[in-house]
């Protein structure tokens, strides 16, 4: 395998035609992409190419087992337009622990840090400045052998891509304490981001929304009875001036805005229970007045105020809180990824 990353510039950029104050999620991507194959035990020449459609035989094992994962990450830009990333090795480590249970190979270190940043650094104008303005960034494995064998492939294509983000304001977020489905079990692939976790979510969730919650909390599949994580956040309760939030384990996925939170919360003197949490304790404390917040974390919005949760059919509504963590905790991080704060951590990384 070389490591160099072979370089083919888009003959023109796409930028123009697009509208940075109307993006919707996800929608729109920057101009180039990084690509690399696994092939003959080994990972092939890098490349990074202008941003196009793939060809992948219909075979390709992806399609039929979905042998996949991938991440979610962000580059963000300060006022003196230096580009940042927030974290990104924790990204690589977890792309890999993933990769491990899907049974794929993983990708090298050195190779992914280099290419993220080459690839960044050649879009970084489509990262805007500004709170909330960012460059969403996703990196992920496709199992690419054309052959319908139920078996691992022996070929893989590791792709980034990137996508313009606006902040935007989710609403009033009200969510669904899981009694039924599952989103995860022992043994499974709850802390793994493999592709099927999420599809697997789109039908409850789905049936959720039809009932006016806009997201689920899942629950543990055996009992129903311990609060684990939403859809695609960790999630963090505060009871009175505690904060309370459910152990990563192998059915939780270990969010790095959860681990970031977790941190800034103990050295900013507040006590944090990561520990088993019951639903019961989280009823109890919303009809005795001592639940002052409910928020979920991650990569997205960094935090999502949960104004209201659902538990077998009797809704519990969050009162307004004048001085809420999820605020302080906002700020904070948004100060590190944008270079606003100092980042006494160390996580803040420029391209
Ligand atoms: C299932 C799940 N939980 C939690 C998170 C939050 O993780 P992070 O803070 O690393 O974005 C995500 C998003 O990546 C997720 O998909």
Redesign the pocket.
């Known amino acids: 395998m070389t490591n160099s990353i072979e370089i083919t510039k888009a003959k023109t950029s796409k930028i123009q035609d697009v509208d940075f104050e109307n993006l919707s999620f996800g929608k729109v991507f920057t101009d180039h992409m990084f690509t690399c194959d696994f092939k003959n035990g080994e990972w092939q020449k890098p490349e990074i190419t202008p941003y196009a459609p793939l060809t992948l035989d219909p075979s390709a094992r992806v399609f039929h087992y979905g042998q996949a994962v991938f991440?979610?990450?962000k580059a963000y830009k300060d006022d003196a337009g230096k580009v940042w990333l927030f974290r990104p090795e924790?990204?690589l480590a977890?792309i890999n622990k993933s990769a491990e249970r899907l049974a794929m190979p993983a990708f090298p270190h050195d190779l992914f840090m280099d290419g993220l940043k080459k690839l960044i650094n050649l879009d970084q104008d489509w990262v805007k400045p500004g709170f909330g303005n960012s460059l969403y960034i996703r990196p992920f494995v496709i199992a690419t052998e054309p052959e319908i064998a139920a078996s691992p492939s022996s070929e893989y294509k590791f792709l980034i891509i990137c996508s313009p983000a606006q902040s935007y304001y989710s609403g009033d977020v009200r969510v669904l304490v899981a009694e039924q489905f599952s989103?995860s079990a022992n043994g499974g692939v709850g802390f793994a981001?493999a592709a099927g976790?999420?599809a697997a979510q789109f039908y409850p969730t789905s049936l959720a929304n039809k009932e006016g919650f806009q997201q689920i909390i899942w629950t543990d599949a055996n009992t129903h009875e311990f609060l684990e994580?939403?859809?695609?956040?960790?999630v963090f309760f505060r009871i009175n001036d505690t904060l309370y939030t459910a152990p990563t384990s192998e059915r939780?996925?270990?969010?790095?805005?959860?681990k970031s939170i977790i941190q800034i919360a103990q050295d900013a003197g507040i006590t944090v229970e990561i520990r088993p949490i019951k639903v019961s304790e989280i009823v109890e404390a919303s009809k005795n007045g001592s639940l002052k917040e409910i928020f979920g974390?991650?990569?997205?919005a960094v935090v999502s105020p949960i104004s209201a949760f659902s538990h077998k059919g009797e809704l519990f509504e969050i009162p307004k809180q004048d001085d809420k963590y999820s605020d302080k905790f906002k700020k904070l991080l948004n100060g590190i990824q944008y270079n606003t704060l100092e980042d006494p951590y160390g996580w803040r990384q420029s391209i």
């Open positions: 991440e979610g990450m924790d990204n977890r989103r981001k976790n999420y994580e939403a859809g695609t956040m960790n939780i996925l270990d969010g790095i805005t959860r974390s991650g990569t997205a």
